[in-house]
């Protein structure tokens, strides 16, 4: 399996190469070349498995280059910290069935794929004799992930970027109580779509990401996506197993594209995905996109979800390579135009292509709410607020002809003041945020400002 660039100027990279370039060389995101497809035997033979072993299974199937005894270590090490024996279980309550992606050790769903990383750059480090400066941008989850994925590890330094006061008091608590010497906070006065610009301009600049080695842990990463792909195939299995559906539908609360990105990937493997509902908050640029064409940046509005308050959606670059045919040359173009305008505009032709792809529907602060509320008093099951805007779009978007599954981003103890507001009493808190208010705390507040991260980063590397 080799990998290429969306902008078309990288290619034939391997799994290797690809996980430590992470943004490609020329400003595009990392792909690879083909996708492979499963028939219905082959799909049907995954059900049966165990999360460990379908995960080695499926991102075998894109890695040539790491013998499959060290890949298998590398996975079984990295859910041997979740907290559930299925590490990623499936419940059902009141009609839809919730695949819970909360079960590791920051709660959250970018652990599936964070703890993987963390171990799998760690592999490549030791057995290249080099050290690694990563580098990172988070509305909330993606930042205390990364750090649960590399923190101690050896020759890996970690620099992440929040939007200061605008993630939730238990996300900024399970970055900053983090205070092993590889891992630097950085709270940038402004928000994540500028922490994420940073990231890019300073991946962008060539000569400093050589010189300081970065590496990027954002889902700009392929390994990221291929992480998260594993479990749309379980959830599969398990509600197959439930209700021996022929198809399914899922819901995803979406800001960055790219857990959705990773549905798209499975359903182009063969996985019988009737619909992809993609689920936003007020930050609705993205489901503007699929309802309207209208796919033009406005400005970030703060939410009870609020690592979905994103504007400037990472992976949606991915999706657009195939929606272009894979042509790299229209997507250097639109991108282009993108970073010009603000705006991108679709023939009818395309968008008749998205719709095909998605349904889509913006869920606000009073329905998020209310759907907590609602769904609470009716099963006793708390959901966060993430988990909400994707409930509700899989209420009024599913036709019930087939399950649909809604991703549970999130333990719903990391937004407890939104909780609260829905049904007046916080959600149990897990052990694991036992005490952590009182735990000491290390942080740097900076101007939102990229040649500052550039020096404080040229300052802190070792």
Not at 70 to 75: A, E, M, P, R, V
Request: hydrophobic share 40%; aromatic share 10%; glycine share 8%.
């Amino acid at each position: 399996m080799k990998y290429m660039s969306t902008r078309g100027r990288i290619r034939s990279l391997s799994f290797k190469d690809a996980v430590m370039m992470g943004l490609a060389d020329d400003g595009g995101l990392l792909l690879p070349e083909s996708i492979p497809t499963l028939t219905p035997g082959d799909i049907a033979a995954l059900e049966k498995l165990a999360y460990p072993e379908l995960a080695f299974q499926l991102i075998s199937k894109f890695v040539g280059d790491i013998p499959s005894v060290d890949l298998k270590d590398l996975i079984d090490r990295s859910y041997a910290s979740f907290t559930h024996p299925d590490i990623t279980p499936v419940v059902h309550h009141d009609g839809v069935h919730i695949l819970e992606l909360f079960h590791g050790p920051t709660l959250a769903f970018k652990d599936v794929a964070l703890q993987f990383l963390g171990n799998l750059f760690e592999y490549l480090l030791k057995e290249r004799g080099e050290k690694m400066n990563i580098l990172g941008a988070t509305s909330g989850d993606t930042g205390s992930a990364a750090i649960y994925g590399v923190r101690g590890k050896e020759n890996i330094n970690i620099f992440i970027l929040h939007p200061h006061q605008k993630v939730s008091p238990i996300q900024e608590l399970q970055m900053t109580t983090v205070t092993d010497p590889n891992v630097f906070n950085l709270a940038i006065r402004g928000t994540f779509d500028d922490g994420q610009r940073i990231v890019k301009e300073i991946f962008g600049d060539l000569s400093f990401k050589s010189e300081y080695s970065l590496g990027a842990v954002n889902s700009i990463n392929w390994a990221r996506v291929l992480a998260q792909v594993v479990y749309y195939f379980y959830a599969w299995g398990r509600v197959r197993k439930q209700t021996d559906c022929r198809q399914i539908c899922f819901s995803v609360p979406t800001g960055n594209f790219g857990d959705i990105f990773a549905g798209f990937i499975a359903k182009k493997m063969g996985l019988p995905i009737r619909h992809l509902i993609l689920a936003t908050n007020e930050n609705n640029i993205l489901s503007r996109f699929v309802t309207r064409g209208d796919y033009s940046i406005s400005d970030v509005v703060q939410t009870f979800s609020p690592s979905m308050d994103i504007q400037l959606a990472s992976n949606f670059e991915r999706y657009l390579y195939y929606l272009y045919d894979c042509q790299s040359g229209r997507v250097r173009e639109a991108m282009a135009q993108f970073s010009a305008s603000g705006r991108l505009s679709f023939s009818e032709a395309e968008l008749a292509r998205v719709t095909g792809d998605f349904l889509a529907l913006s869920v606000d602060g009073e329905q998020t709410l209310a759907t907590i509320r609602d769904f609470h008093a009716r099963t006793g099951y708390v959901l966060d607020p993430h988990t909400a805007v994707g409930v509700r779009a899989a209420k009024e978007l599913s036709d019930g002809e087939v399950p649909v599954v809604c991703l549970a981003t999130a333990h719903p103890a990391k937004f407890g003041d939104a909780v609260k507001q829905a049904i007046g009493s916080a959600p149990d808190m897990p052990p694991s945020l036992a005490g952590i208010e009182s735990r000491e705390k290390r942080c740097e507040v900076i101007d939102a400002d990229t040649a500052t991260v550039k020096s404080y980063l040229t300052g802190h590397s070792r």
